[in-house]
């Protein structure tokens, strides 16, 4: 009985896969090229979100394995398969983005200066995220204490706060400012 259970169960699993599969063919946007655009994007908004976690666990360490691991993210960019605009655009935000993660990596032992350049690199992020998109539904929060109460901006994965600028101290300050599929 199991046994037969279990095939039951794969054959969900592989119906589930066809669709999927067959949904990529069909999306207009999809092609070779922006596959690897599409997975190195994933690829940096798993670094990002890795950050963004260590941050608000007070974790410097993390934060930086996470940092550096994000600049290799930003390495396979399939440039040459973006439109000239799309170029622009990356070229425009990935110096910037990838000085603030290289900092965030160099300084695991400075929690407040990695979170000085996350707040860059967040504002980075929320841009290349809806030039090239994400791979998953985010958040966009917003904290209003951080910076004398200028505020910062940060993406996150789930509805929850979890602040990556005040961390421990006050982990849930903050609110959902956009949802970005």
């Not at 998953?136 to 993406?155: I, N, R, S, V």
């Amino acid at each position: 009985n199991s046994g037969v259970n279990n095939s039951a169960e794969d054959k969900k699993k592989d119906d589930s896969t066809k669709v999927d599969n067959s949904m990529a063919k069909d999306a207009p946007t999809t092609n070779n090229t922006n596959t690897k655009v599409d997975g190195a994007m994933q690829e940096m908004v798993s670094q990002y979100l890795q950050i963004k976690n260590a941050l608000a666990n007070d974790n410097g360490k993390d934060a930086a394995s996470a940092g550096n691991a994000f600049v290799e993210s930003m390495g396979k960019m399939e440039k040459t398969s973006l439109t000239a605009d799309k170029k622009k655009t990356w070229d425009n935000l990935s110096d910037d983005a990838k000085e603030m993660a290289e900092h965030i990596g160099k300084n695991a032992d400075k929690l407040e200066h990695q979170r000085e350049h996350f707040d860059m690199l967040s504002k980075d992020m929320y841009d290349m995220v809806k030039a090239f998109g994400g791979g998953q539904t985010l958040y966009q929060d917003f904290c209003p204490m951080y910076h004398d109460k200028k505020g910062a901006t940060w993406l996150s994965e789930t509805k929850e706060i979890k602040n990556p600028y005040l961390g421990k101290k006050m982990p849930d300050c903050g609110s959902i400012k956009e949802e970005i599929k």
